[in-house]
């Protein structure tokens, strides 16, 4: 494809860094642990590879998420979940 100066257009899909798939717009789910607390975050507006499902954040969503992050116990949470947990030895031997 040529644009109207006759230059030839580079192809203007963007690609995965990880495994060159194509980013699409969707979603993507964040789980950060504070101290010892799991903090889950859903629904995070994101640039999404159709491979590999790695998600890519704009700068402003990754301030916004950090500003959260730093005052997240002031905000009622949507819901709790309940998150089994294993050890080490459980789950690969010892």
Do not use: N
Request: glycine share 8%; charged share 25%; with cysteine.
């Amino acid at each position: 494809m040529e644009d109207t100066k006759g230059e030839a257009i580079k192809d203007q899909i963007e690609r995965c860094d990880y495994c060159g798939g194509e980013l699409k717009p969707g979603t993507t789910t964040l789980e950060v642990w504070r101290g010892d607390e799991l903090v889950v975050i859903r629904d995070i507006p994101a640039d999404v590879c159709q491979q590999c499902q790695e998600a890519y954040l704009s700068a402003q969503i990754s301030l916004r998420l950090d500003h959260f992050l730093g005052e997240y116990h002031q905000h009622r949470p949507e819901r709790y979940l309940a998150v089994p947990q294993y050890s080490a030895i459980q789950s690969i031997g010892g």
